[in-house]
């Protein structure tokens, strides 16, 4: 639809309307001076300038509704009042006025330009982490208001956030709409998820993609890059901890995305806090580590999946903050014995271990630990109490795996740090035809075990070749130890994408054993480095 002409200003209540600061296809926002001198913004909404009557009364209809959360909620925008003129064909609604881009609250009529976040990002450019994380949380919690009230916002973007005595605050609210009836498209190219607009995870969506903007430096569009001098910034680790949270805000796919602004808020208001949000990821994550950055630093390059992303961030630091308080929900997964009386099958063990990793980081409820690179076997003789104590977690996982011939046969045990008691949740018998049914059904039984909702949520599969996934197992076991040569884990995680050329994982994986001798400096070919952007590409 054009942009039909503007009207008049009409003549309302005890208001002057001074001057027309923002033009929108239903409506105009002027800039209003009260009978006391007060500085407010005015919108007036045109009947004529809808199709029909429907979407005219829809938009009334919200703003009512809204009216209501606006009176005990200091977080929104401040609606003062609503009014209707049905001869002159308008409603109209009294909002707080912005601060002054200039002047903060000493408006000047004449030179007065509203303080939004897209006029701070064109004047500042990237902004500071802590910055990022008090603008989130602010926005959040508005966005938490509608949601928990059943209603959307729908267009999220740095223009429709508006700064009012410093404190950010979400604008345009006539576009704010009962969650159930707003299927219109409505909404920003780029702010926009893929399931659409109108629902609590579109928000979600696109307030990620406001803080992405904001932390990043750069345009949406460019989203998941990071900055090319990321190695180089001051809140590197901040801002590697912070893009986690965005990352996951920003999940192309619903179910794996925040499903509203309250479980954003939360990872948000932890980070706030000093406090980390990150688990240490399970394999399935590719943990390409410190590699983004120095890809990125070397070659300009950047990461195009989000999973690949989120990985290398859980990657940059340990992600386990030692002064916080032990959560019942704190959990840690230990590397599996082999019982098998063959060295050779550590590898076969640690995937079981890992898999059981990949299925609890799934559930949001659990803060898990976890990892071959990080975790050891505990020592002969340490109690698991004191090892759960080391790590800050309520309960410890750990098992055996013993493999003879054909088949498998694997233990699982959960223990209990507050009094050592230890807990049998059950023994596995498979032939290694069947190991990845095995694998689902061990995981399955520590998830129903840890945090009954999250088991009847399938486990992905990343390949159904065991031969590929036997590959890529010796090259995760040789890739942990700190003095394997790289080169041996790449041929084994080469082994892999040959049988399944789909397989996600390995080919992170490899992209990282191919790095390493690029990190250490033993090979700086364009060559090799072209060889990791090729795998990270895949």
Same mark, same amino acid.
């Given at each position: 639809?054009?942009?039909?002409?503007?009207?008049?200003?009409?003549?309302?209540?005890?208001?002057?309307?001074?001057?027309?600061?923002?033009?929108?296809?239903?409506?105009?926002?002027?800039?209003?001076?009260?009978?006391?001198?007060?500085?407010?913004?005015?919108?007036?909404?045109?009947?004529?300038?809808?199709?029909?009557?429907?979407?005219?009364?829809?938009?009334?209809?919200?703003?009512?509704?809204?009216?209501?959360?606006?009176?005990?909620?200091?977080?929104?925008?401040?609606?003062?009042?609503?009014?209707?003129?049905?001869?002159?064909?308008?409603?109209?609604?009294?909002?707080?006025?912005?601060?002054?881009?200039?002047?903060?609250?000493?408006?000047?009529?004449?030179?007065?330009?509203?303080?939004?976040?897209?006029?701070?990002?064109?004047?500042?450019?990237?902004?500071?982490?802590?910055?990022?994380?008090?603008?989130?949380?602010?926005?959040?919690?508005?966005?938490?208001?509608?949601?928990?009230?059943?209603?959307?916002?729908?267009?999220?973007?740095?223009?429709?956030?508006?700064? &009012?005595? #410093?404190?950010?605050?979400? $604008?345009?609210? %006539?576009?704010?709409?009962? @969650?159930?009836? /707003?299927? *219109?498209? =409505?909404?920003?190219?780029?702010?926009?998820?893929?399931?659409?607009?109108?629902?609590?995870?579109?928000?979600?969506?696109?307030?990620?993609?406001?803080?992405?903007?904001?932390?990043?430096?750069?345009?949406?569009?460019?989203?998941?890059?990071?900055?090319?001098?990321?190695?180089?910034?001051?809140?590197?680790?901040?801002?590697?901890?912070?893009?986690?949270?965005?990352?996951?805000?920003?999940?192309?796919?619903?179910?794996?995305?925040?499903?509203?602004?309250?479980?954003?808020?939360?990872?948000?208001?932890?980070?706030?806090?000093?406090?980390?949000?990150?688990?240490?990821?399970?394999?399935?994550?590719?943990?390409?580590?410190?590699?983004?950055?120095?890809?990125?630093?070397?070659?300009?390059?950047?990461?195009?999946?989000?999973?690949? &992303?989120? #990985?290398?961030?859980?990657? $940059?630091?340990? %992600?386990?903050?030692?002064? @916080?308080?032990? /959560?019942? *929900?704190? =959990?840690?997964?230990?590397?599996?014995?082999?019982?098998?009386?063959?060295?050779?099958?550590?590898?076969?063990?640690?995937?079981?271990?890992?898999?059981?990793?990949?299925?609890?980081?799934?559930?949001?409820?659990?803060?898990?630990?976890?990892?071959?690179?990080?975790?050891?076997?505990?020592?002969?003789?340490?109690?698991?109490?004191?090892?759960?104590?080391?790590?800050?977690?309520?309960?410890?996982?750990?098992?055996?795996?013993?493999?003879?011939?054909?088949?498998?046969?694997?233990?699982?045990?959960?223990?209990?740090?507050?009094?050592?008691?230890?807990?049998?949740?059950?023994?596995?018998?498979?032939?290694?035809?069947?190991?990845?049914?095995?694998?689902?059904?061990?995981?399955?039984?520590?998830?129903?075990?840890?945090?009954?909702?999250?088991?009847?949520?399938?486990?992905?599969?990343?390949?159904?070749?065991?031969?590929?996934?036997?590959?890529?197992?010796?090259?995760?076991?040789?890739?942990?130890?700190?003095?394997?040569?790289?080169?041996?884990?790449?041929?084994?995680?080469?082994?892999?994408?040959?049988?399944?050329?789909?397989?996600?994982?390995?080919?992170?994986?490899?992209?990282?054993?191919?790095?390493?001798?690029?990190?250490?400096?033993?090979?700086?070919?364009?060559?090799?480095?072209?060889?990791?952007?090729?795998?990270?590409?895949?």
């Amino acid at each position: 639809m054009s942009t039909p002409p503007v009207q008049s200003p009409p003549s309302i209540p005890d208001f002057e309307l001074l001057r027309r600061i923002g033009r929108g296809s239903y409506g105009d926002v002027w800039l209003a001076r009260g009978v006391t001198g007060i500085f407010r913004a005015i919108k007036i909404v045109w009947r004529d300038r809808f199709p029909d009557a429907e979407p005219f009364e829809r938009e009334f209809r919200g703003m009512r509704e809204f009216a209501a959360i606006s009176v005990g909620e200091s977080t929104q925008l401040a609606l003062l009042h609503v009014g209707r003129n049905e001869a002159a064909g308008f409603f109209y609604y009294v909002m707080e006025l912005a601060d002054d881009a200039d002047r903060g609250r000493a408006i000047e009529p004449a030179s007065y330009t509203a303080l939004t976040l897209a006029e701070v990002r064109h004047r500042r450019g990237r902004l500071p982490v802590v910055e990022c994380v008090r603008i989130g949380v602010e926005l959040a919690r508005s966005l938490d208001a509608l949601h928990r009230r059943g209603l959307v916002h729908r267009d999220v973007k740095p223009s429709n956030v508006i700064f &009012v005595n #410093g404190g950010p605050k979400l $604008a345009d609210i %006539g576009l704010v709409a009962p @969650a159930a009836s /707003a299927q *219109t498209y =409505v909404g920003t190219e780029g702010f926009v998820p893929p399931d659409g607009p109108g629902s609590p995870g579109a928000d979600v969506y696109a307030l990620g993609k406001v803080l992405y903007e904001l932390a990043s430096g750069r345009d949406r569009q460019m989203f998941p890059k990071l900055p090319d001098d990321l190695d180089r910034l001051p809140d590197c680790r901040a801002l590697l901890e912070f893009n986690e949270v965005v990352l996951r805000a920003c999940e192309p796919r619903p179910e794996r995305r925040y499903p509203d602004a309250g479980s954003l808020l939360a990872d948000l208001e932890t980070l706030s806090r000093g406090r980390s949000v990150r688990t240490i990821a399970s394999w399935q994550r590719a943990t390409v580590g410190i590699l983004v950055a120095a890809v990125i630093a070397a070659g300009g390059w950047a990461l195009r999946s989000p999973d690949a &992303v989120a #990985g290398a961030n859980r990657a $940059a630091t340990n %992600g386990v903050a030692t002064n @916080a308080p032990v /959560a019942p *929900t704190a =959990v840690a997964v230990l590397p599996f014995a082999n019982l098998s009386g063959d060295p050779a099958q550590d590898y076969f063990a640690l995937g079981f271990s890992e898999e059981i990793l990949n299925a609890l980081v799934r559930e949001r409820n659990l803060r898990v630990i976890g990892g071959s690179g990080r975790l050891g076997r505990p020592r002969d003789g340490v109690p698991l109490t004191e090892v759960a104590q080391s790590l800050q977690v309520a309960q410890l996982i750990e098992g055996n795996v013993r493999r003879d011939g054909n088949r498998v046969r694997v233990n699982v045990r959960l223990t209990r740090a507050a009094d050592g008691v230890t807990e049998n949740l059950g023994s596995f018998d498979r032939e290694t035809a069947d190991i990845f049914a095995l694998q689902d059904e061990v995981a399955r039984a520590v998830v129903e075990r840890l945090a009954p909702r999250a088991a009847r949520n399938p486990v992905p599969v990343l390949t159904r070749n065991f031969e590929a996934y036997e590959a890529f197992l010796r090259g995760r076991a040789l890739q942990v130890r700190a003095s394997t040569n790289a080169g041996d884990a790449a041929k084994h995680y080469e082994a892999a994408v040959a049988l399944d050329p789909g397989f996600a994982l390995a080919w992170a994986r490899l992209a990282e054993a191919r790095f390493r001798p690029y990190a250490a400096k033993i090979d700086t070919s364009p060559r090799l480095l072209a060889s990791v952007r090729e795998a990270l590409g895949r």
